[in-house]
């Protein structure tokens, strides 16, 4: 009997599959289908967009890219914490690091809720370890490579750059980075492992419901605080001849027991590095989570004033903002802002630095760099600033694809699905805060929105927001890295 309703089934299973699609479509609302077709025309728009510029792959830009990797270890953060028994808490709360259950249950659950992404240095190795342990064996587990500047030497690989990449990794690791990746850095045996606990829209945990698809992330690193590939990076560095230089993975550094003053003298060394640069070089610093003042302002003397070029994401945004102004760090920030208030943010940072940049050009022999490019992610858009006449080009073509590539990343395929992906971008933005501000619609045939200002170009683009998602870990370094290739 059971044979017979399996045959009955194979016999007549894909006449009835072909009838419900048939329905489906047949009942599908004219509200989806003008959907539909309005994703698609963005679609088509923001591809034709990127492609007006392509990248020389007869002579393939070079990009040198430091510091530091990992071994990513991402799980499914509600199931991890639920493994090990965390009990779950009523007090979120904010920690600067992980020492121990309890806080970690207490930070998890103040960036949990509102979706917001963030990164902690876990003091407690045994804990740490444990927690690997415990993400060995659950189901769903994979690894990665991992890092800021991995992940971004792999993206630019991937988009038609030569890289030198700076960092001590295992040769396992070295193994798997793509051919036209060379490293520079020391052979450890054992990686650093950062341990992402991924979670999607709509996941609960205890009384809490994450408003969007976000991470946790925590780590205990060994070597990447200590920036010990620089000196072999800075060697290779003189017969590269990079047409840019990138700097990540700093946030390691936040929160580590450095002995007194040590962090200073590191960071003092990566100045005189890029500072040494040739000034037709661009250099690019890629912020992160960073909690600590005091590597707050150390980045700003010794990195920011070195960088042309910024990147980060609408948490980093405000951060680095309110350190500018001399207020206190902006831990928890609206996970989706509007338009116009990422906007009056990146004109305000980049106004301070530039004033902050000729004051100190005026009084340190190292002469500082002016900032001529500021690029936000956010979920639901793309954002940049460049100054006119510098050296970066292709504004438009850059958000456009620095918008496609997030979409790419987080859904795990370099061919973007419509019917898994929706704009939550307003019909239109007004370009400030301010009364009477111009709004700007958004058009699906022109869909990145570009204007002058002062003496700087601001392109705004709408990101088609994966619905299904594989990954958001690495997401706006792919999303930086993207937009960066197409501007050298």
């Known amino acids: 009997m059971e044979r017979e309703g399996r045959a009955s089934w194979m016999k007549y299973g894909p006449v009835v599959s072909l009838f419900v699609v048939m329905l489906s479509f047949w009942f599908r609302s004219p509200q989806n289908e003008v959907l539909d077709d309005r994703l698609d025309t963005v679609l088509s728009s923001l591809l034709r967009a990127e492609g007006k510029v392509g990248v020389n792959n007869v002579a393939r830009p070079k990009v040198a890219v430091g510091f530091g990797g990992c071994v990513d270890l991402i799980v499914d953060g509600v199931s991890l914490l639920n493994k090990i028994g965390l009990a779950h808490t009523d007090q979120p709360l904010h ?185 037709t070089i661009g250099v690019h610093f890629e912020m992160a989570s960073f909690v600590e003042e005091g590597i707050m302002e150390e980045l700003f003397h010794y990195v920011i004033l070195h960088a042309d070029s910024l990147g980060m994401n609408e948490q980093e945004l405000p951060n680095l903002l309110s350190l500018l102004k001399g207020s206190n760090i902006t831990v928890l920030s609206d996970p989706n802002p509007r338009v116009a208030t990422v906007l009056d943010q990146m004109r305000e940072v980049y106004r301070i630095v530039n004033l902050r940049s000729k004051e100190d050009g005026n009084t340190s022999s190292a002469k500082a760099k002016p900032l001529t490019r500021l690029h936000v992610h956010t979920l639901a858009f793309q954002a940049m600033i460049v100054t006119h006449g510098s050296k970066w080009k292709n504004t438009m073509s850059a958000t456009a694809k620095a918008s496609l590539t997030a979409n790419r990343h987080v859904c795990g395929s370099d061919d973007i699905d419509p019917s898994k992906a929706r704009l939550i971008m307003d019909d239109s933005f007004s370009v400030s805060q301010r009364e009477g501000s111009v709004r700007i619609p958004l058009q699906e045939s022109r869909p990145v929105s570009c204007w002058d200002e002062d003496d700087y170009e601001i392109c705004v683009a709408p990101v088609l927001v994966c619905t299904e998602v594989y990954q958001t870990a690495g997401g706006g370094d792919n999303i930086s890295a993207a937009g960066l290739v197409l501007q050298i």
């Open 95 to 279: 920690h600067d690091l992980i020492e121990n259950e309890v806080q970690l249950a207490q930070s998890f659950a103040y960036f949990f809720a509102p979706g917001a992404a963030a990164e902690r240095f876990v003091l407690n190795d045994t804990f740490f370890s444990e927690l690997v342990e415990a993400s060995r064996d659950l189901p769903g587990n994979r690894w990665a490579i991992g890092g800021n500047a991995p992940v971004m030497a792999g993206r630019m690989a991937t988009e038609g750059c030569d890289l030198l990449l700076g960092g001590s990794f295992s040769p396992e690791f070295t193994d798997v980075l793509s051919e036209h990746i060379a490293v520079a850095g020391n052979i450890v045996e054992e990686p650093d492992i950062h341990l992402i606990l991924e979670y999607p829209s709509g996941a609960s945990w205890g009384q809490y419901t994450s408003r969007r698809a976000n991470r946790y992330i925590v780590h205990s690193d060994d070597h990447n605080p200590y920036l010990d590939s620089m000196a072999a990076f800075a060697e290779k560095l003189k017969g590269f001849d990079p047409d840019l230089l990138v700097v990540g993975g700093l946030q390691m550094m936040d929160n580590f027991p450095f002995q007194s003053g040590e962090r200073e003298a590191l960071l003092s060394r990566l100045a005189d590095l890029l500072s040494s640069s040739s000034p």
